[in-house]
């Protein structure tokens, strides 16, 4: 659902300059049946050292029925161009996610 919101919006994306970039610990091969799939035209990366996913800090204990592993955190992060941080959501809402960035977005380039 995340991921078809940014697909939904990426036109208003491409008009801010911002790029939208996935990223999971899933194979290349699965990330593009994923990709094709949903039809996202944005990039996904696959990490599948979690290299990165560790030093953004989002590889981390889960919980879900009562049951811990590790995995993923739903976190996007806005980055701008010269490579800073500009926001972080850590809390997702994953109906309104793209909406809610693209706000942000026009907020942070006024």
């Known amino acids: 659902m995340e991921g078809c919101g940014f697909r939904d919006e990426f036109e208003d994306f491409k008009n801010t300059g911002y790029e939208v970039v996935g990223v999971s610990a899933d194979s290349v091969k699965k990330q593009q049946k994923f990709v094709e799939k949903y039809d996202f035209p944005f990039f996904m990366l696959s990490d599948e050292s979690k290299e ?14 009562g049951k811990e592993y590790m995995g993923i955190l739903r976190v996007t992060y806005i980055i701008d161009e010269t ?13 309104t996610h793209a909406q809610d960035i693209l706000t942000d977005i026009a907020k942070i380039s006024s």
Request: glycine share 4%.
């Open 52 to 65: 990165m996913l560790i030093n953004y800090k989002v590889w981390a204990l889960k919980k879900f029925m």
């Open 83 to 95: 490579g800073k941080i500009q926001k972080v959501y850590d809390k997702v809402k994953t109906k």
